[in-house]
Structures are given as structure tokens and as C-alpha cells.
Nanobody, 115 residues
Framework: QVQLVESGGGLVQPGGSLRLSCVLSGSIFRIYAMGWYRQAPGKQRELVALITSSGTTNYVESVKGRFTMSRDNAKNTVHLQMNNLKPEDTAVYYC?????????WGQGTQVTVSS
């Protein structure tokens, strides 16, 4: 069974850092474009960061310079390093894997930025 499992969320003060991880099991990891999305209460889910199968990254403007996405094909894992977190980064963060007609989602991990 193909599965995505996120970890690393939590409560952090403004200006702090968190590192999210997402592990893909049950499929060939390297063929997937991987993304991190987030959904805040009352808002639509938005794409935060994307990394292609070849390693090219893209970020939403609001996180550029603060978030870094990386992938480790040997460990079937992607990471999202989040620095200088702001209260507006508070959301449930979801991992996504896409290849062709396959589109997979993790269960989500809560990130709360508050003093």
C-alpha cells in the first residue's frame, strides 16, 4: 500500500524553527514530484513548496528565504525546514506526491506559531 506519513509539527514561538519530514512507502519515490501544502482554519489549502523529481524547488512568495525543501531519494523522504516562523504560518501542513495520474496525500501535521 502506498502511503505518505508526515512528522515534525508542533508549537513554536515566532521567530523559531521547525523541520517537517514526509516519508513515502510502497512506491518508487524518485519518480514523484513532492509538495508541501498548508491549510489554515477557514482558508483554502495552498501550495507552500514543491520539489520536482530532478530536485528543482519552487516556493510561494510568502515563505521565500525562510523555508527550504529538500529530498533524499535514498531514504524516500522530503523535508521542509522552516525558519523565522510567523503566526501566519500556523496551519495543518500536508505532504503530497504526484506522478502522472497518481496524486497522494499524507494525513497532515499541525504547525502552530504563537507566543
Amino acid at each position: 500500500q502506498v502511503q505518505l506519513v508526515e512528522s515534525g509539527g508542533g508549537l513554536v514561538q515566532p521567530g523559531g524553527s521547525l523541520r517537517l519530514s514526509c516519508v513515502l512507502s510502497g512506491s518508487i519515490f524518485r519518480i514523484y514530484a513532492m509538495g508541501w501544502y498548508r491549510q489554515a482554519p477557514g482558508k483554502q489549502r495552498e501550495l507552500v513548496a514543491l520539489i520536482t523529481s530532478s530536485g528543482t524547488t519552487n516556493y510561494v512568495e510568502s515563505v521565500k528565504g525562510r523555508f527550504t525543501m529538500s529530498r533524499d531519494n535514498a531514504k524516500n523522504t522530503v523535508h521542509l525546514q522552516m525558519n523565522n516562523l510567523k503566526p501566519e504560518d500556523t496551519a495543518v501542513y500536508y505532504c503530497n506526491a504526484a506522478s502522472g495520474r497518481v496524486n497522494l496525500w499524507g494525513q497532515g501535521t499541525q504547525v502552530t506559531v504563537s507566543s
